[in-house]
């Protein structure tokens, strides 16, 4: 096995050993592996040992590697800040947005998502830290804006998503995720299941899987650090 396939075999291990640990339905946690930074043969590397979901921060170097690997059947989520002006790549080219924290980008999405498309699959980011770096709604902002989301149609709104700040601890890292769900929880309909959790990268997916996490996002776990740019 490679390194990569290893890596992700690990990081599949962990997450099979926390839903077990937390009482989750086994497989009730997906894998989305985020891919920024990594070049279009590492990505081969994680499909062919059994890897589909990728994540993209970056945009055009997204587009570069959807190119590179249009041969594949793989799914594509951007999780990257999404700028105003560069919405319409997104809409054509990603399954999933997970970062979706402005009701006027949701608004251009509903537009330019292809008609030959399903509606783009869709998470909320909600600030749960109330750092003014972190993009996302809060959580008073997202009730008042459910409604007008919930109307394009387009757009599934699918679930919430957040980024908390690290923390050392299993119950500090427990804490954001824990109010996200509690969020998820008060306002989830039958019209608008909210069924995903997209919550949990490679230093808490298991604070993530204890608190019900449905997507964790994970990158350095599975590809080895990051360079810093
Ligand atoms: C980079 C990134 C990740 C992955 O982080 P790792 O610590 O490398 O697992 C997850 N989510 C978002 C939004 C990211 O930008």
């Keep these: ?6 890596r992700l075999d690990r990081v599949n291990r962990r997450i099979k050993a926390a839903e077990e640990l937390y009482n989750r339905p086994p497989g009730s946690t997906r894998l989305l592996a985020v891919s920024k930074t990594r070049t279009a043969d590492e990505i081969r590397e994680a499909v062919a040992a059994g890897q589909r979901a990728f994540g993209e921060s970056y945009l055009q170097e997204a587009l570069d590697k959807h190119r590179q ?13 999404i700028q105003g002006n560069k919405t319409k790549p997104i809409a054509e080219w990603f399954d ?16 330019q998502r292809p008609p030959g498309l399903a509606p783009l699959k869709a998470c909320i980011q909600i600030n749960t830290s ?11 902002e997202l009730l008042e804006l459910l409604p007008a989301y ?12 957040t980024l908390p700040a690290p923390a050392d601890s299993l119950e500090a890292q427990r804490k954001p995720f824990r109010q996200l769900r509690e969020l998820r929880d008060r306002l989830r309909c039958n019209d608008l299941p909210l069924e995903t959790l997209s919550i949990g990268m490679s230093a808490d997916l298991e604070a993530a899987i204890a608190e019900g996490s449905t997507i964790v996002r994970i990158g ?5 650090p990051r360079q810093t740019v």
């Design 220 to 224: 350095t776990a599975i590809f080895g």
């Design 150 to 161: 919930m109307e394009l149609p387009r757009i599934q709104i699918a679930g919430l998503m």
């Design 96 to 111: 999933w947005v997970h970062s979706l924290g402005s009701l006027k980008h949701a608004r251009r999405l509903n537009q």
């Design 69 to 81: 690997l249009q041969d594949l059947p793989l799914e594509w989520h951007f999780i990257g800040r």
């Design 1 to 6: 096995m490679n390194e990569i396939a290893q």
């Design 130 to 140: 109330g750092e003014a770096s972190k993009g996302g709604h809060s959580p008073d």
